[in-house]
């Protein structure tokens, strides 16, 4: 039997928008609205945004090479507000860009963020502010009216007209301000300051006593709220933003071959493997499945029910990894492995497989070449010798037959814009199942 593995490509709308969804915000707005009142949070969990005030849409946005628009913001009535979240958030991250320069000794330009008690009796933001000091400072601002505690971060110099990334952060004990991929405070908590808790984030002003108030004049873009945001993932989204980012590399790969029928694999760590790589980990099993794998992998996918089976591991890798991984299986058959490292991947995007006798793939989502390498897995067993044809823009990385049984292949692309599409398939010709499937690395 002839089977087709068909892969077609759907292009995101840009490198930073994929990176903001792989770490699960809360509520993301892009601010691309046209028109109205509705900005759509466009992370699925239905937490749209409403605009109030006066605002101008159609500005040119924050993100390197993104087509993406921004909103403007007029100082004296504008802002937008989401619905009461459901859990606490404690990051929250935009691109900001002042109407003007804020300057030593000058005015203030609002509120980025708010949130809290529309009482009044708590609340908490962070703005911009001058407050006397010496140069423009970035301030949160947590406690009672009018009692309330004040951090001061200073990012240095003069704030610019220019935009910038901006992500205030509570960890449970410390607050961290990060000024375009720069931490530029981090103040242990005081037990008398009311925790960061807001629930119903304003973006570009406050809401004081039931009035809004101190609005922000400049355009926003990018909004976004997570349970947390590591500062990693925020140096990433800078980089991302500004089209600073490595591409993502193969490094090496090993494989294994059973010579017979077996019931164990043992894995090789690649040669030239670095603490941060991103490690794959494929077992392709004849028949049955794996009862014993190494406690720090972490399972991705696995397919099973026509053979041949499918399972698919990842780690980051460390430098207190061992040589070797082994795994156990449920019946002695023959079995191959692939080990894949790759270099500037921290994330998966997503995965999709299918497996039957005969499959068609469609990837969910694969992003621009710059920040994504996408992984193809490919399989078939049966009851003769079998080849796996691939596209010509592919690079196979490793491949490999045990016996007449079982067939694999490895391989990758990144330049998603010419590549595998549904008029150019990769194809096995097999007597019983196969396997696909089609993984997505992100930056």
Known sequence: ????????????????????????????????????????DVSGNGNDGTYNGTVTFGQTGAIAKDNDRA??????SAYIIAPTLG????????????????????PGLGVIVSGGDPAGRAYSYAGLDTGGEDSPLLDVVCGNIPTGFRYWSNPGGTITTDWHHYVIRWTGST????????????QSYNADIVAWTVKTPLFGALEDSGSIVDFFNGSFDECAVYADLPPDRIVAHYNAGVGNYSPITFVAGTQFVSPSAVSTLTLTRPTGVMAGDLLIFVVLVLDGGIVNVPSDLTLLR????????SYIYTKIATNSDPSTWTFT?????????????????????????????????????????????????????????????????????????AN????????????????????????????????????????
């Open 71 to 76: 909103v403007l913001f007029d100082g004296a």
């Open 329 to 401: 299986l449920s019946t002695i058959w023959w079995n191959m492995g692939f080990v894949l490292a790759y270099r500037n991947a921290s994330k998966i995007g997503n995965a999709a497989g299918q497996e039957t006798t005969d499959i068609s793939i469609t990837t969910p989502s694969v992003v621009a070449p710059q920040n994504s390498l996408v992984l193809c897995v490919f399989a078939s067993g049966g009851n003769g010798n079998s080849d796996i044809t691939l596209p010509s823009m592919i690079n196979r990385r490793s491949s490999a037959a």
């Open 1 to 40: 039997m002839k089977a087709n593995q068909h892969f077609r490509q759907t292009l995101l709308d840009a490198i930073y928008k994929t990176m903001v969804l792989a770490d699960h915000p809360m509520l993301y707005y892009r601010m691309d609205a046209s028109s109205g009142t509705r900005e759509v």
């Open 404 to 443: 007449s049984f079982l067939d694999g292949a490895v391989a990758d692309f990144t330049n998603v814009s010419t590549g595998p599409t549904a008029s150019q398939v990769a194809t096995t010709s097999v007597s019983q199942g196969t396997v696909g499937q089609q993984i997505v690395l992100l930056q």
């Open 175 to 186: 607050w961290q301000i990060w000024f375009d991929g720069v931490q530029v405070d981090n």
């Open 87 to 106: 859990s606490q958030p404690n990051a929250y991250e935009c691109w900001f860009k002042p109407a003007r320069t804020l300057n030593a000794g000058g």
């Open 302 to 309: 696995s397919d099973g029910g026509v053979r041949p089976n």
